[in-house]
T-cell receptor, first 115, second 113 residues
C-alpha cells in the first residue's frame, strides 16, 4: 500500500460541466475525509465517511456537490454544473482508528481549474 | 465550532537559525494538535503532533509545545535547512468532533542561504 491515491492530479473543465474525482485511501483505514484548499489558505473540511456511511457534510458542500463511498473503500467526489469559484485543490485523507484520534494521511490532491 | 488562528503568515530565517510558528484554538474540547508541512504541488504531510495530556514533544530538530490553559500551541524548528522551506499548517481536532481536523491558514517558511 503506497498511501492515499487521488485521480486525476489535474482537471481543467469548462464552466457548467460536471467533474468527478476519485480517492483510494489506505486499505485498512475506515475513515475518509474530503477537503478543499484554495491558494494561500489552509484546507477546509467538506465531508467525511466512516466505512460507507457519510456522517457529516460542511455547509461549504452545496447541492452541486455529492460524495460517495459505495463499498467503504474508494470514494468519489462529483461537482455538477461547475463554477469558476469551484477552482481549487481537492484533497482526500484517510485515517485509521477513530478511537485513537490520530492524524490524517493526505493524498496529493486533484487540482481543478474551471475556465 | 473550532477556529484555529496561525501566525505569522510568512517567515524568513537565515539557514541555521530557529523558526517559531504560533497558533491559537478556540474549542476547549480539542485534544489533538497536528502540524503539517506542504510542499508545492503536494498534499500536506504530518510532521509532528501533540495530544492534550502532554505539554511538549520533540523529534530531532522539531518540537511542539502546548499550553491548554491559554489555548496556544507552537512549532519550533532548530538549525533550519533549505529543505525546511515549505508551507506549515497547524491544526486542531477532538474525538467528539469525529476527529475532523480544522486547519490554520498556514505559514510560508523561507530559509535564506
Amino acid at each position: 500500500d503506497t498511501g492515499v491515491s487521488q485521480d486525476p492530479r489535474h482537471k481543467i473543465t469548462k464552466r457548467g460541466q460536471n467533474v468527478t474525482f476519485r480517492c483510494d485511501p489506505i486499505s485498512e483505514h475506515n475513515r475518509l475525509y474530503w477537503y478543499r484548499q484554495t491558494l494561500g489558505q489552509g484546507p477546509e473540511f467538506l465531508t467525511y465517511f466512516q466505512n460507507e456511511a457519510q456522517l457529516e457534510k460542511s455547509r461549504l458542500l452545496s447541492d452541486r456537490f455529492s460524495a460517495e463511498r459505495p463499498k467503504g473503500s474508494f470514494s468519489t467526489l462529483e461537482i455538477q454544473r461547475t463554477e469558476q469559484g469551484d477552482s481549487a485543490m481537492y484533497l482526500c485523507a484517510s485515517m485509521g482508528s477513530a478511537a485513537k484520534n490520530d492524524g490524517y494521511t493526505f493524498g496529493s490532491g486533484t487540482r481543478l481549474t474551471v475556465v | 465550532g473550532e477556529n484555529v488562528e496561525q501566525h505569522p503568515s510568512t517567515l524568513s530565517v537565515q539557514e541555521g537559525d530557529s523558526a517559531v510558528i504560533k497558533c491559537t484554538y478556540s474549542d476547549s474540547a480539542s485534544n489533538y494538535f497536528p502540524w503539517y508541512k506542504q510542499e508545492l504541488g503536494k498534499g500536506p504531510q504530518l510532521i509532528i503532533d501533540i495530544r492534550s495530556n502532554v505539554g511538549e514533544k520533540k523529534d530531532q530538530r522539531i518540537a511542539v509545545t502546548l499550553n491548554k490553559t491559554a489555548k496556544h500551541f507552537s512549532l519550533h524548528i532548530t538549525e533550519t535547512q533549505p529543505e525546511d522551506s515549505a508551507v506549515y499548517f497547524c491544526a486542531a481536532s477532538s474525538y467528539s468532533s469525529a476527529s475532523k481536523i480544522i486547519f490554520g491558514s498556514g505559514t510560508r517558511l523561507s530559509i535564506r542561504p
